[in-house]
C-alpha cells in the first residue's frame, strides 16, 4: 500500500504566520490527494483534495500543491481557529491512507 | 443539510462481534459512495473501508481485511459495518463519512463518531 509521510509532525507557530506542511508519498499518486483539518473531538473537515482544489467554504488562505509524489499545503496567514491537526490522504488502487497528521500549535 | 449519525458503539470483548450503524440525511443517499475511518485513541485516521453507491463494490484496508464487513440499505439510508473476531487494536473511534461521488474518492462530509472499546 502507498504511505504517506507528513512532515514535520508538529509545529509551533503565531497568528498572521506564513506556514506550510508537507505531504511525500512512498510512489508516484499523480494528484490524488486531499487535505483535512481535525479539531480535538471532531470530526476531520476536508479543505482540499486533488492536490490544489478548494472545498466548498474553505478560507482562500489555505492552498494545496503538488503532484506526483511531492505535496504542500500552505496557510498563508494563520488565524486563531487554524490551530488543529492537518491530515493528507490518497487514493490509489482502491486503497486509501492518511498520513500520520501534523499538529499545528500556538507559539 | 447533510448529516451522518453513526451509533452501535461500545465496550465488547475480544473475539466478539459487533455491528455499528450511520443514518444518513440530507442528501440523496443512494447516489453516493460511502466510507468508514476510524481513529484510536490520541492517534491519526485509519481509513477502514469504502462500499460503492450501488453497493456493487467494497474495498478494504488490510488490517480489517476478513474480519469487516462493509454493507447499505439504500432504502433504509443506513450504512453498516459489522465487525468480526474483533481485537484491542481496534478499539477506535469509528466516523461514517460520505464520499464526493457514487465511486471511491474524497470523504466529504463527515458524522461525529461512535467509540468502540475492545476489551475483557
Known amino acids: 500500500a502507498i504511505q504517506l509521510t507528513q512532515s514535520p509532525s508538529s509545529l509551533s507557530a503565531s497568528v498572521g504566520d506564513r506556514v506550510t506542511i508537507t505531504c511525500r508519498a512512498s510512489q508516484g499518486i499523480s494528484s490524488t490527494l486531499a487535505w483535512f483539518q481535525q479539531k480535538p473531538g471532531k470530526a476531520p473537515n476536508l479543505l482540499i483534495y486533488d492536490a490544489s482544489r478548494f472545498e466548498s467554504g474553505v478560507p482562500s488562505r489555505f492552498s494545496g500543491s503538488g503532484s506526483g509524489t511531492d505535496f504542500t499545503l500552505t496557510i498563508s496567514s494563520l488565524q486563531p481557529e487554524d490551530f488543529a491537526t492537518y491530515y493528507c490522504q490518497q487514493f490509489n488502487n482502491y486503497l486509501w491512507t492518511f498520513g500520520q497528521g501534523t499538529k499545528l500549535e500556538i507559539k | 443539510q447533510v448529516q451522518l449519525v453513526e451509533s452501535g458503539g461500545g465496550v465488547v470483548q475480544p473475539g466478539r462481534s459487533l455491528r455499528l450503524s450511520c443514518v444518513a440525511s440530507?442528501?440523496?443517499?443512494?447516489?453516493?459512495?460511502m466510507h468508514w475511518v476510524r481513529q484510536s485513541p490520541g492517534k491519526g485516521l485509519e481509513w477502514v473501508a469504502v462500499?460503492?453507491?450501488?453497493?456493487?463494490?467494497?474495498y478494504y484496508g488490510d488490517s480489517v481485511k476478513g474480519r469487516f464487513t462493509i454493507s447499505r440499505d439504500n432504502s433504509k439510508n443506513t450504512l453498516y459495518l459489522q465487525m468480526n473476531s474483533l481485537r484491542a487494536e481496534d478499539t477506535a473511534v469509528y466516523y461514517c463519512a460520505r464520499d464526493q461521488g457514487a465511486f471511491g474518492g474524497y470523504p466529504d462530509y463527515w458524522g461525529q463518531g461512535t467509540l468502540v472499546t475492545v476489551s475483557s
Open positions: 440530507g442528501f440523496t443517499f443512494s447516489s453516493y459512495a
Open positions: 462500499i460503492w453507491y450501488d453497493g456493487s463494490y467494497k
